[in-house]
């Protein structure tokens, strides 16, 4: 299987607290933390963008791999809060970056974004032995979200995180090295009505002067949401463990998508991993999307919990719904 080398991260330096949230809305910080486990999120500049975010991770990636910008050939993008319908936030990135003639699109899988993204490149890779795939995760959900409904509001937040993937390692890997073993992505439309932002693409019949309204924002049922989210995750993780022969004992650390610590707990506790196998970073980012998982994997390199030769387990869950599993062998 292909593996990663090198990755990034970046998050914007505004910090929400949440007694800042206490002054918008109807809510406590004692509310949000024991629902949640968040107590701060970040908020990307009013002057930022998507591809921003998207490029101080790339860069960081590539600085951590030692590789050239124009090593690379593709460019895969994941993002539910693009920088615009057109053009692709990935087009916008490849100019930042200053490369051409790349391979560059966007793909958008909800929360599970990265790793369907990983998974395209890993296909990619196998295709072309010679590929060097950038996959960066971005999102600024601070802008999907209406700013007066307390039960989302307090729950996203914006970030970006970034991985270089190829077939072959260079002769002497730098930085953040794992070979992705396994990964494992499953979905079911029935359920796409229960995270969704109806308008703003071909659903919601709009004109120049339609007012703003909430069908432009982030819509959640958080309790359906919430069982799915455990089960899915859940069942992803043990699929994928059996499959390649994989007890929990074998997992080093386990990174569910940094949506809700309660939810993090239920799938821990529900696969028997112990807390400190556990990652989580949620009270620090809140849900940044699909840039969750990848956040959390630089957080938790950078926190040494991730060893040479350790094997990490990686599941998400988010709108459609899509959830996944992967497994990758640390280098
Ligand atoms: C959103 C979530 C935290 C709400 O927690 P919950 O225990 O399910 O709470 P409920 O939605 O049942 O709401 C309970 C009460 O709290 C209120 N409430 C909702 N948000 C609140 C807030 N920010 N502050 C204070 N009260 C709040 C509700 O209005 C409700 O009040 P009511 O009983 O008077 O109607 C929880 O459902 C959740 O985390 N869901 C998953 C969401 C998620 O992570 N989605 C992304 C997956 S990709």
């Given at each position: 299987m292909p593996y990663i080398n090198g990755l990034g991260k970046y998050v914007p330096e505004k910090i929400i607290d949440n007694a800042y949230l206490e002054k918008l809305v109807e809510t406590s910080d004692e509310w949000i933390t024991s629902r949640t486990g968040i107590k701060r999120r970040r908020m990307a500049a009013p002057d930022e963008i998507t591809s921003d975010l998207a490029y101080k991770a790339s860069l960081a990636a590539l600085h951590d791999s030692g590789r050239n910008v124009t090593d690379i050939t593709h460019v895969f993008v994941s993002s539910a809060t693009p920088d615009a319908l057109c053009p692709i936030t990935a087009c916008v990135l490849i100019r930042k970056l200053g490369i051409k003639g790349v391979m560059a699109f966007d793909c958008n899988a909800a929360c599970s974004g990265f790793v369907n993204a990983l998974q395209l490149a890993c296909y990619t890779a196998k295709a072309d032995p010679n590929a060097l795939i950038l996959v960066v995760a971005a999102e600024i959900m601070t802008r999907k979200v209406?700013?007066?409904?307390r039960s989302t509001c307090v729950l996203f937040g914006d970030g970006a995180g970034a991985v270089l993937v190829s077939q072959n390692l260079p002769p002497d890997p730098k930085g953040f090295t794992a070979e992705i073993k396994d990964i494992l992505v499953d979905t079911d439309?029935?359920?796409?009505?229960?995270?969704?932002?109806?308008?703003?693409?071909?659903?919601e019949h709009y004109t120049v002067g339609t007012p703003v309204n909430r069908e432009y924002f982030i819509r959640m049922e958080g309790r359906e949401v919430f069982k799915q989210a455990v089960r899915s995750m859940t069942s992803a993780s043990q699929t994928i463990l059996e499959r390649n022969g994989?007890?929990?004992?074998?997992?080093a650390l386990a990174i569910p998508h940094q949506a809700n610590d309660r939810i993090i707990q239920a799938v821990g506790d529900r696969l028997n991993i112990p807390e400190e196998k556990l990652f989580s970073n949620v009270s620090e980012y809140g849900n940044t999307s699909s840039a969750s998982v990848s956040l959390a994997l630089a957080d938790a390199r950078n926190a040494g919990r991730?060893?040479?030769?350790s094997t990490v387990l990686l599941t998400t869950f988010g709108g459609g719904f899509i959830w996944t599993a992967a497994l990758l062998k640390i280098i």
């Open positions: 209406d700013w007066s409904d439309g029935e359920f796409s009505e229960l995270i969704a932002i109806h308008a703003g693409g071909s659903r994989l007890k929990i004992e074998d997992i991730m060893p040479a030769g």
